[in-house]
């Protein structure tokens, strides 16, 4: 049997599970696996944990089971022994997901899988239980003849950020060991393009107080002098800015960088980021220049009073969340000292302004001259006829800086089924089915071409 029959039968065999990929996938759906005890309660996290544990006990993994980690969630762990002189893959996810946000702006319950014009709809379809199913699909058309090792985790509040799976690498290396690590919580720069995701921006988080006076006061007997927080606060965000272009300007800061990998054309993008006619992008450089290669930042919120029940008072103090995405060869620690020392100059009248550390995340670049990304690119060339793609990211996934440091001669690679329409994070998050299926076709793909490259330990 030829390569090309061989890679046929697997896409039959692969396009055969789809319905079962889609009922997996709704099933997954369905369990509110929000990492954040505020808003829902923790047992969903855990009962999603045991469908996956149990899920791919079924595909063939050996000792799946649930590890506590350090901030409390559940990874799921398992693995499955490579044949002699076969490499070693491990395959990434998470089960957990970002809250609905606003139930009112999603289209259809956000807890439940719905197809609509050619989409599977809900919280987690793409980011990232769409990934799960991915695998779950690429093990199940191996089957037996699976050609490598296989290490397997799912992490448990990757959405929260709260470290608790990077502590646990750092204390139990040997369980993660590989050759190559396919991190799945990104995907292609559109559907049917085959990408690698080659660079991360890292993560700075803050939250702003000002405080001007002792407690509130009457705005008629003394608004004018006395000095108004809310708008102190919003005096000194406006400077991290560019007031004619709106680009990220931030003191101590190299804010003119450039990407050289693949573009982001600009109306795609206003299209795919929803951004409304008539209202300008903001930066300066390609649109690929200000997503992967310059720092960017973002008010993520305000506390203030409210409009509806706002009193005629001068408010005494106000808070703001603010992030700060940083791209590779910045390092977080000197960001969140540039942003520091910029919001604290640029506070006006005095007042008191204190800025308190969120969460920061280190960016990340990928080496792509291994046997792994050339195994990728074969597979990728055989599923979708083009050549392997390469873009950044604007999210951060802190693990990939902790896996890099711990394993320096495994091959990183960052993929999956999140193109841009997926709105991830968003209200009416969805996933296009034939990503799916044609990502699962490349992961097994890949499995198939990587057994037989030099290994790297």
């Known amino acids: ?95 957990d997901v970002q809250p609905p946000l606003d139930d009112a702006a999603w289209t259809t319950e956000p807890f439940a899988l719905t197809e609509r014009d050619g989409r599977w709809y809900g919280r987690g379809t793409a980011d990232c239980k769409g990934n799960i199913v991915m695998h779950l699909t690429a093990l199940r058309a191996l ?16 959405e929260q950020g709260t470290g608790g799976l990077e502590q646990y690498v750092a204390q139990h290396p040997e369980q993660f060991t590989a050759d190559a690590l396919l991190v799945c919580d990104t995907g292609n720069a559109a559907v049917g393009l085959g990408t690698a995701t080659t660079t991360l921006r890292g993560l700075v988080n803050v939250v702003v107080t000002v405080r001007t006076l002792r407690g509130e006061i009457h705005s008629g007997m003394f608004g004018g002098p006395a000095p108004d927080a ?55 450089g390609t649109v690929a220049d200000r997503l992967w290669a310059r720092p960017a930042v973002t008010v993520l919120g305000i506390d203030c009073p409210p409009v509806v029940g706002s009193a005629a008072a001068v408010p005494p103090t106000a808070r703001a969340r603010v992030s700060l995405r940083i791209p590779p060869g910045t390092d977080p620690h000197h960001a969140l000292d540039a942003l520091t020392r910029h ?102 793909r890949f499995l198939q071409t990587y057994a037989s490259r030099p290994r790297t330990r």
């Open 343 to 444: 919001l604290t100059d640029a506070t006006p009248w005095g007042a008191r302004l204190t800025v308190d550390p969120e969460s920061t995340g280190a960016p990340f670049r990928a080496a792509t001259d291994g046997p792994a990304y050339q195994a990728l690119d074969t597979a990728v060339r055989d599923v979708y006829g083009k050549p392997l793609a390469y873009l950044g990211q604007g999210g951060s996934i802190p693990l990939c800086n902790v896996l890099a440091d711990t394993y320096p001669d495994a091959e990183i690679i960052l993929m999956g089924v999140e193109e841009p329409r997926c709105l991830i994070h968003a209200p009416d998050e969805s996933v296009d089915p034939t990503e799916i299926q044609n990502m699962a076709h490349v992961e097994a």
């Open 230 to 284: 809310l708008a102190a606060l919003v005096q000194a965000l406006s400077t991290l800015r560019d007031p004619d272009t709106g680009a990220t300007r931030i003191r101590g800061l190299d804010c003119e960088g450039t990407w050289d990998g693949v573009g982001y054309d600009e109306q795609q993008f206003r299209a795919d980021a929803g951004v409304l006619d008539g209202v300008q992008l903001t930066g300066t």
């Open 143 to 158: 089957g037996d003849d699976l050609p490598v090792g296989i290490r397997f985790v799912a992490e448990g509040s990757e």
């Open 1 to 95: 049997m030829t390569d090309t029959d061989t890679d046929t039968d697997l896409a039959a065999r692969i396009a055969a599970l789809m319905p079962r990929a889609k009922d997996d996938l709704a099933e997954l759906v369905a369990i509110p696996s929000v990492a954040d005890p505020r808003q829902y309660p923790p047992e969903e996290c855990r009962r999603a944990a045991q469908w996956v544990a149990d899920a791919f006990t079924a595909a063939g993994l050996h000792d799946v089971h649930l590890a506590r980690t350090y901030d409390g969630s559940d990874a799921v762990l398992g693995h499955r022994p490579p044949p002699p002189g076969a490499p070693t893959v491990l395959l990434y996810c998470h089960y």
